[in-house]
């Protein structure tokens, strides 16, 4: 590169002037991860995963993908379709799989998903034929609509030498047609490593196998919905939806960048905190609306003593749910009964359990004190706006205060409201205009560190990881995003990646400057 195709970020630091970034976004391509970036880890201080695990890391990477992961006929909804009696295992455990089809017969393939040189999946293991036969209907428990599949389990399935990681288990039947069933071979630690947090409460709350989910009955209506949701179901749609709207993106991303990562869920860390101790980081992926308040505890608790913490979304930690038993054991069902949470039976002794929104009674506790950013509203589609543009996380983007990038801002978004508690200090670094429902408004990407040292970032978009894969070739709904856009959101993630991986933000990192007032004078502030 070119001395005229780098600028002072203002900062300390250097950038892609524009020359430079346009360079970089005609070399974006139809790769999922853009143009390389420096690393970050030589500053500041950060617990260290083993010599041996690095190299395991390093090892698995290298090893070649499969690119034949992706479903080629979904045909319809009964052709095929599963579901696991496990949200996740740990490495070697084993998982009951249960599977119902018209076919008289199918294969199973385990895909573990990554980078893998552009492939973006590696086959891990792949069953024999399987006996295929029609499972029952589902039932229906009649006092909070819950669907339950009520199936018998098809095979059981060790994990011997799989890999932690997100998996895609891909059913394959004699009919031609094929289904997704999702799975995290979890981490049981992840001191000094990166910890991605899949949001399978989320997955859960939007299902609607078998005509129900959080949001609509089986007529289509909001009153007639579950007011609990199980996992012992299959998921609607290619089986994996969300994992590949919302997250397969940034776990390809992180993967290709080689930094140390674990992996583990939200209903994980709500049984045990215990991965979270000593991680460098721990994300928050592109759609994670639904968390018990154990899990916003010990994220939170995790925050205060070091992790940094990245949220990739909008509407993250919404609604406060709880985790109940199911067919398949503990923590199977998920409870949330929103407006409806005068009828939840822990109203009377467990008030600060209740199932609704976390900002709202009977125990509110807005979601914007660990955020920093609050939920303002849906549908809404606007161009991503940057207002500082010397911030550490646009190094190499050579933006402008000022320039924007269409569409990157929906369908949900964010807002740093100084009447809710916010922590302090908190910088704004982008602030875009928006209209949503005919009311003008801002989404916010912010930043702010604790006294443990850790950063906190959050996008204030829910279509942050989409934008990964902007103007490319792969699936996801890129709402009309380009490649320039991709390159900036890939480079921007790269930046926070990296710098999260090396330890405690303010640690190595210009601290941010308190902005709050300055962009929304005269509205008094609440601190958290």
Excluded at 139 to 144: C, G, S
Excluded at 354 to 369: I, W
Excluded at 498 to 518: C, I, L, M, Q, S
Aim: glycine fraction near 12%; charged fraction near 20%.
């Amino acid at each position: 590169m070119d001395d005229e195709a780098i600028r002072d970020d203002g900062r300390g630091g250097r950038s892609l002037g524009r020359r430079g970034f346009l360079g970089a976004v005609g070399a974006a391509g139809a790769a999922v991860a853009g143009c390389e970036s420096p690393g970050g880890g030589e500053h500041g201080r950060a617990a260290r995963p083993s010599k041996a695990l690095q190299r395991a890391v390093d090892a698995e990477r290298a090893k070649p993908g499969s690119a034949d992961w992706r479903i080629r006929s979904v045909g319809p909804q009964d052709a095929v379709e599963g579901y696991t009696d496990k949200v996740s295992v740990v490495p070697g455990e084993g998982f009951g799989l249960y599977v119902s089809t018209n076919a008289p017969g199918f294969r199973v393939s385990a895909y573990r998903m990554g980078w893998y040189g552009g492939a973006q999946a590696r086959l891990i293991w792949r069953s024999g034929r399987l006996p295929g036969r029609r499972q029952s209907p589902p039932v229906l428990i009649d006092a909070t609509r819950t669907v339950q599949a009520d199936w018998k389990r098809t095979v059981r399935v060790r994990t011997e030498g799989w890999p932690e990681g997100a998996y895609l288990l891909r059913l394959d039947a004699d009919n031609g047609h094929q289904r997704y069933v999702p799975l995290i071979v979890r981490s049981e630690k992840a001191a000094g490593r990166t910890l991605l947090m899949h949001a399978v409460a989320t997955w859960q709350a939007y299902n609607t196998w078998g005509g129900f989910s959080l949001y609509q009955g089986q007529d289509g209506a909001y009153g007639t919905r579950s007011l609990a949701v199980g996992f012992d179901r299959p998921y609607d749609g290619n089986g994996a939806v969300k994992f590949l709207v919302y997250e397969r993106a940034l776990v390809a991303l992180a993967e290709r960048l080689g930094i140390p990562l674990a992996y583990t869920t939200g209903v994980d860390v709500h049984r045990d905190p215990g991965v979270l101790h000593d991680a460098a980081a721990v994300i928050s992926l592109g759609h994670d609306e639904y968390w018990t308040p154990q899990q916003r505890r010990y994220v939170t608790h995790a925050r205060d003593t070091g992790t940094n913490v990245a949220f990739l979304g909008a509407n993250t930690c919404f609604r406060r749910i709880r985790l109940e038993h199911g067919p398949g054991g503990a923590d199977r069902t998920v409870v949330c009964y929103k407006t409806a949470y005068h009828d939840d039976p822990y109203l009377a002794s467990r008030r600060d359990l209740v199932t609704t929104d976390f900002r709202q009674p009977p125990a509110a506790d807005p979601e914007s004190s660990l955020t920093g950013v609050f939920y303002e509203g849906y549908p809404t589609d606007a161009p991503y706006v940057v207002h500082t543009p010397g911030h550490w996380v646009f190094a190499g983007t050579g933006v402008r205060r000022g320039d924007s990038f269409a569409h990157l801002v929906g369908v949900e978004y964010d807002r740093v409201t100084p009447g809710e508690p916010t922590p302090e200090p908190l910088e704004i670094i982008a602030h875009s205009p928006l209209v949503c429902n005919g009311r003008h408004s801002h989404a916010d990407s912010a930043y702010y560190t604790v006294p443990s040292g850790a950063g906190v970032f959050a996008t204030g978009t829910m279509r942050w990881v989409e934008g990964l894969m902007a103007g490319t070739r792969e699936t996801g709904r890129n709402h009309g995003m380009d490649a320039r856009t991709g390159a900036f959101v890939r480079r921007t993630t790269e930046n926070l990646l990296r710098a999260f991986a090396a330890g405690p933000g303010a640690e190595h990192r210009p601290k941010p400057t308190d902005n709050v007032a300055a962009v929304y004078p005269g509205v008094s502030r609440v601190r958290a």
